[in-house]
């Protein structure tokens, strides 16, 4: 079976076939040494093809967040079946053009730029969060309509939570 | 000598503090507030009193509350650290009403150098060379926006009480000056409770470089050298390190004759610095004083084998500083990054939470500076900065390669840090050149937020393996085929089985 | 220069010489036991391979299948560590005899050197003072005891092929002379394969302090200073330190000048150390040389600002060391304490088991150099020290402040260590004064063991807390009676009740 | 309630009050103001009179191992209750003069100096046991006789596993 897994900026593949106990890993034909041991609190020891790695692996909601060698990445695993059946519910849903602006980060929401029913242009602010003393800026991604705001100033609001909800302007 | 010191402070420099006070045999006592219940400096402390609040204006702020506690529990002097409290004349001041002892400067100096238009009216009466920009802080928004305007953009806003980057805002041109002068001023109030700010021109092709000054109270004042300080994002300061790739020792000798007199003519005691900018024709221009310990301290420590902290308590009690000759000769070459809870993947953004894990870098010429421990609970109410990495080598090439080979090293787990972007940067053959301003990051952005494809390839390997093991249910790890380790192997798939619970 | 280097050893040496490679951009191979698999070193590493087995001997004692991983993997040279295989000549051989390069002195200096008794002999032939003994390996137990007679009782019995106290015993009288022999070969045995025995006059009053040298192919040869290292306890140095605070700067040129020598006469290369004896009249002999790094090297890094592996690795590959010049000047004041996982309070009785939970010291002037992490299993098979502190002061004093303070920061749960007993040492008025012989823990081992009341009802008080609170089963945690913090409160309380579950 | 807490050299008694939610440590007629907070992996923050420590607990059978400014205490906690039940239990027991020598650390018998029923004189060897590399030798506590000896030379032995029994020869 294939196994699919993106990184921000790379796509990267894998055959997997499953024998006796053992699960191979197949690149070019060739199958990957690989030997990935748990140390416990989400890090692992991996070798594979004799170089040597300490691995951080934590998985929240579809993403793999993962530290190797000094460096960050998010990642996304999935195997043919799944990316299958997600390409086919994607292709029957209508095109809604409705976009959630959710808080990149918690925080105390010191300023709301826009009403309900305004049209903004890309980049403009909307709303000014403030968290560890510094401000951070939400910006209009593109242009288009704000359809509702979920927020209002002082609100302390959690990672995730929906900000502003909008309508694309074409 | 000081018999118990408190630490009007939190985080990583209430711990520095104290490591000196317990190296000099001096009691230690921590104020904390109700969020830092458990952070390291409370137990760190030989003594720890609660203040109460969240946020900072309900806890380490509050300088009566905090003057009550050293006098009712005998604590014969109070270190400000930096941040909070430690600009603070009226504090200072009190401080010293109260029969205390204040460590850092009298509070006339903090007041002239604290408020940076008088700071800078001082250095020009005393043909210390500055930066052109409004010499009294912004009254009138209109008016304001002509200084801009004659002076010619880009300019700076800055606020008046301030440092660190807080309260600060670039303007580039004149559409945005009303919105930038406003964020400032709302920045600088909730930073240090003052929103006064103003303008400055932006000197081109800058480079931060500040000097290290020393003054006590029998007269010496002497400067420790230079730190580099030009790695900035947002104006805040990322890397430092001393000595700079910029300066000749004629220069040097020059800017570091300036500090001096600057630290003269405001009758400074204490450590202190003196920031200057250096333009592309190596002009440098005083910015402005910090009349406290400085975040990058560290770096000078490592090349003058001082004990800041150590010098400050000393001049304080009225001692003398400990070497009485201004550096001219730096023992090696010190580099610190500073570590933030951000994401610099998300554009920076905080990064809250709990450490999970915490396996830190040391081996030959590294020094951590640090607040938190795993299961330090990182929180939205204070600075982002976690740690301090100091690397130390011989020269600068060892410096930096000791740094990038203590941040790959580093492990946390549980919140993002700033980790990653600093090896990039420390990997920039620009910044290993030496060859660099204030706006390094803002010009090299797209190599500083590059992919690595070979990285990239491992991290999705292991995130393939793990979900496939999830998936099938049978261990998958280790399938080393030339393996033949009996009991290792039962121990990897017996944890494997655990792990599966 | 080398492109990748095979580290043939373990734990922290293992992972300190890596990041001397990672500094230099050479490719790190580790080898590892089973029982190693999940160590920081074998992550650390840039490649790891399986040696199989769990003993020395069946793992990092097989030299043929380490020479064959580094031809087939293409490492270009080994670097053997101290302890296993690093001063074993026939390795040192066949390294050679394969094409590669062995980081360490040429095998007939291991030979001659390694022998302690032909470097009895080398020695006293080119007029460089040594301790009264046999001159050769005992044969004849019977005949052996007639030289012990001869010299006088103490002597030591000593491994010919070892060093780090393996293999050692004092013998006080005849009557324990055939019982300690015999132990002596089954540990020499054990640990080098190799029972030979000799016997040495045992000095009275003697420090022990040996010199640092460096020799390199183009002919230099120079001393870096001595290290100070009688603290011992059953002939394992305990606490190391440059420099010593008994050498005259008179003395320490001679010493140095004899070091040299010594180095020269044996035809040496790379880094490697002169140990001597020095009695009460400040009279002092060659003991031993040790033809590879020591693992108390860090002191001497710390004030000479070298970093000797490195210095190994430019020898090895035919370069000049980095200074030319012997160290007249130290930078101050290193010590170094070896952290066992041992229990002081059971006779040092070894302490296996699995770290749960780690925060190590930091801060101005502390480095460690450690093998271990949270989550690393302690095991039995090998040696018990698991980490190394060094902290570097201006002076000693400050140096001894800084270790202290860094001894009562270290937090380590799941095993016994030796940090108690180590600050008991530091703190001994002897030991800050300078005043001890080799012999200073046995002399006082009733005030080295000694309870603190204070700190000894802490510990009852907590540990009275803890129980209350599992027997009432009602949250007993934070009665603070000023107490009004909200939202702590409940955090704690709702830990609380987690923790009971 | 009376607490008792021993350490290998001193005895502590701590006085005990329920009150309502909370419970008083009384020491010479004062409640003592204490605030232990837990961080987790057995370490507690604990400010006992605006003293600050950090204190690690470890519960083994009946033993706390207590870590606090760099130094360890091995604790044995006991209440009145408790502690009356014991010495009743004791003072019943017919006084049996064996007792077990157990290996104080793990590690493989290198050798057996001793064989059953010989008597053998304070101090002197046993079994030598070697563990890191390092020999441990056990040594007899007192005149005494060898009732039994449980392992063999070469054996590799856990902690407190029973290695030779005794009777004090009188």
Sequence with gaps: ?170 | MFKKILIANRGEIAVRIMRTCQEMDITTAAVFSEVDRKSPFVYYADEAYPLGGITSQESYLKWEKIIGIAKEYGAEAIHPGYGFLSENADFAEAVFAEGLTFIGPPADAIRVMGNKTEARKLMIANGIPTVPGTEDAIKDKDKARQTARKIGYPILIKAAAGGGGKGMRLVEDDGQFFEAIEGAAREAKAAFNDSTVYIEKFVEEPRHIEFQILADSKGNVIHLGERECSIQRRHQKVIEESPSSLLTNELRAKMGKAAVQAAKVCGYRSAGTIEFLVDKNLNFYFLEMNTRLQVEHPVTEMVSGLDLVKEQILIAAGKSMTSLKSLDDFWGHAIECRLYAENPDNNFAPSPGEILFLKSADGPGIREDSGVTQGSEISLYYDPMISKLIAWGSDRRQAIMRMLRALREYEILGIHTTIPFLIRVLEHPLFQKGKFTTKFIEENREQLFVENINTAEVASFAAALDQINEKSKISIYNNHKNNKHGSSWKLIHRQQSLRKK
């Design chain 1, 1 to 170: 079976m294939k196994i699919f897994a993106d990184t921000p900026k790379n796509k990267f593949e894998f055959e997997t076939y499953i024998e006796k106990d053992d699960i191979l890993i197949i690149k070019d034909d060739k199958s990957i040494r690989y030997d990935m041991t748990p140390l416990g609190n989400g890090r692992y020891s991996l070798i594979k093809e004799n170089k040597s790695y300490i691995v951080h692996l934590v998985k929240n909601d579809e993403t793999y967040h993962v530290h190797v060698l000094g460096d960050y990445f998010p990642v996304k695993v999935e195997d043919e079946r799944i990316r299958k059946v997600k390409e086919l519910v994607k292709s029957s849903q209508s095109g809604t053009t409705e976009k959630i602006i959710k808080a990149p980060i918690p925080g105390l929401v010191v300023k709301i730029n826009v009403e309900a029913g305004k049209t903004v242009s890309e980049g403009e602010s909307l709303i000014v969060l403030e968290a560890m003393k510094m401000e951070n800026i939400i910006k209009a991604p593109y242009d288009c309509k704000i359809n509702e705001i979920n927020v209002k100033e002082k609100d302390a609001v959690q990672q995730n939570q929906d900000l502003i909800k909008l309508i694309s302007v074409d």
